[in-house]
């Protein structure tokens, strides 16, 4: 049976610093996603068995878990590719006209996902998509790893707003830790996944 498998960090864990401090990333990496890495691995056989046994009682709950730790770990798989000890800067090239185009601003863009990001209610995540029905960028929120979340959307970019990304060096204090992940945005791999999805 095909499983979830957790990824290397591309980077060391003090890569980072001083806007992530290594031992948030540790932890984050080596407990927290892989926790969720666990959980959609544990709940897949859960259905199995479930459906081996054709009782279906459960299957509500079981769908919803598995759906919570399966968003967390793509989440997170695209976290950390999105981030790079080299990063930074601005986007360029066709992402930054589509940003141009589609938020009228690099600044416009900057100032709505930082604020989708800082404003998310409990824990949650600010992301940056391409929405293929209308073939346009758009912000999302995602609460927990669930909602508020276009359906056919392909995240390109994202930013972890739980406790768990930053409570140790940044404390309660969300933005600054938003301000401090613009500037390790690994431009590149976003603008890869950006060609990728409107090729699709």
């Given at each position: ?11 060391d ?7 992530i ?17 666990k ?150 791999d ?5 060609a ?5």
């Open positions: 049976m095909t499983v979830y498998t957790l990824p290397d960090l591309p980077y864990y003090g890569s980072l610093e001083p806007h401090n290594g031992h948030i990333l540790e932890l984050h990496h080596d407990k927290h996603h892989a926790a969720y890495v959980g959609a691995n544990d709940m897949l056989e859960r259905i199995d068995e479930a459906r081996d046994k054709g009782d279906f009682s459960g299957i509500v709950g079981l769908e919803k878990t598995l759906a919570f730790n399966v968003t967390g770990h793509v989440l997170h798989s695209l976290y950390w590719a999105n981030m790079s000890p080299e990063g930074g800067g601005r986007p360029e090239g066709d992402l930054a006209e589509a940003i141009d185009e589609y938020f009228g601003s690099f600044e416009g863009f900057h100032g709505q996902l930082s604020a989708a990001t800082t404003l998310v209610q409990g824990s949650g995540w600010g992301v940056l998509s391409y929405e293929p029905v209308a073939k346009r960028l758009i912000v999302e929120q995602v609460y927990d790893h669930h909602g508020n979340v276009a359906q056919s959307s392909v995240p390109l970019l994202a930013f972890d707003a739980w406790e768990h990304a930053y409570y140790l060096q940044y404390k309660n204090v969300r933005p600054d830790f938003v301000k401090a992940m613009w500037e390790v945005v690994n431009w590149q976003v603008a890869a996944r950006y990728a999805a409107t090729a699709a």
